[in-house]
């Protein structure tokens, strides 16, 4: 199988590992260099829309893209407790990071895709996008940025069943796991709820491996189970 993972994060690595493992071939889209020995790094910020073109212009289309990109907290941006907190700017930052790549990547592999072709196309969202599990409140940036990724999933997803119906496009979510995003925000996790990103994605792969375009515009947790938007 051939992927093109967006995004050298922790899970985004973890899943670069796994699936050269199992004698994959993968091409890395990160800013910054995963230092994994066989990978195919393509130095790019994947919120760049003109930089993704010009990555991706001249290669082979791949049987499955990932899109790890992710954003909870960065330098000055916390995920907010209160109304108060929330900015205009932070919030466009969290589009920028979270949904926007995901339609961009989309849109170039438009130009190209064909009716007969296979492509797993998917993003990792989060359980906290999820509307109608919304029980906590707070992290409206991170919140509204998932909500409206799980929205652009099901939309690419119906215009891709008229133009590309052998394409299934879905949202997972990795669970809670070990890595830069969540690290601020792990106590109280009962025993057992954090995963390495190793086994995060040896369960990602294991629930794509169990989709088919059937399953297109729908959103999956890490253990398989569906996540009502
Ligand atoms: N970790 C968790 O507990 C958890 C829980 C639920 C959902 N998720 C989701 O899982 C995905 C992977 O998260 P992770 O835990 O692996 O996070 P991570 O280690 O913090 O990685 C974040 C990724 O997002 C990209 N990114 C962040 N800020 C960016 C910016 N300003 N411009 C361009 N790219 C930027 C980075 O790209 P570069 O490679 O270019 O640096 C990196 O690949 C995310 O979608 C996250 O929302 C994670």
Known sequence: MYY????????GRALAR?????????????????????????????????????ATRERVLPDRVINTLGMLHQDEQQPEKR?????????????????????????????????????????????????????AGGWYSYRISKAALNMAIKTLS???????????????????????????FRSGLADGQLQSPELAALHLLMVLDGLSPEHSGRIFAWDGQEIQP
């Open 4 to 11: 093109w993972i967006m995004g050298g994060g922790g899970i």
């Open 18 to 54: 796994e699936c050269l493992g199992r004698g994959d071939k993968v091409v890395l889209f990160s800013r910054s260099d995963p230092d994994i020995k066989g990978v195919d790094w393509l130095a790019v910020d994947n919120t760049n829309l003109a930089a993704l073109a010009e």
């Open 83 to 135: 109304i108060e907190e929330v900015t205009q700017a932070a919030l466009a930052n969290s589009i920028r990071i979270n949904t926007w790549p995901t339609l961009a990547m989309a849109q170039l592999l438009s130009s190209r895709l064909s009716r007969r072709q296979p492509l797993q196309f998917a993003a990792l969202s989060a359980r906290v996008g999820s509307i109608g599990d919304n029980r």
């Open 158 to 184: 119906i215009e891709w069943q008229r133009r590309f119906p052998l394409a299934c496009v879905v949202g997972l979510h990795p669970g809670t796991v070990a890595t830069e995003l969540s690290a601020p």
